[in-house]
């Protein structure tokens, strides 16, 4: 038996139906920018692409272990002490003996000079070089070569062993005749603060020839 028309279900059935039908035509009545489109007939939505996978990430090189500490090199062994160098001590002149012999502090001697000078005991100082000095030299003379570089420790030497004072007279020769050796070794004397330097003109020339005492060999 077919269901009634009153009946409840077949009247919603009915009703959903029809109202299916009156949404297809006014959906088709309509213009094209509010007509709706249906499931299934619109765009497709762009598919979903997974990120691309990171790398692993490479493990951390290990460092070197640390470099031991460098033992401190021992410490260097002091060079001794360095030996004082002898000095004499130069005695001022007093001011009367200054102004007298400033206007002469050098002076050229004579061989009688010199002799007398020798005999009175003042030092005789070589101007030579040491190796003219080895073949023979005024007796008791003190080698000190003016051209050589070890004139300063020679003249330290002099002055402490015979302690002469500024006033004091030093009698200074070399080979004689044209030689400057003397004159250059009395100006350096004199910038020491010597005052009384005498210059054998002849030198040692002259002293062999007046048959003078000599001495050879190194001092």
Known sequence: MLPSLGSTPFRVLALTGMAGVAALLSNSLASPARRLTWTGSGPSLPSFTPPPERP???APTPQPPALQ??????????????R?????????APPEA????????IREISGQEAWKAFQSGTPFLDARRSSEFAEGHVARAWCT????SDVDDRLIAFKAAR???????????CGGGDCRDSHLLAEKLLNEGYFHLLIYRDGFPDWM???????????
């Open 209 to 219: 020839a007046q048959g003078h005492p000599v001495e050879k060999g190194q001092p």
């Open 163 to 173: 302690r002469p004072g500024s006033e004091d007279p030093i009698v200074i020769y």
């Open 56 to 58: 692993p990430q490479a």
């Open 69 to 82: 500490k460098r033992k401190a090199d021992p410490p260097l062994t002091p060079a001794p002490p360095a």
């Open 145 to 148: 070569p003016v051209w050589e």
């Open 98 to 105: 200054q102004r007298r012999m400033a206007s002469s502090p």
């Open 84 to 92: 004082p160098r002898l000095t004499a001590p130069v005695h001022p």
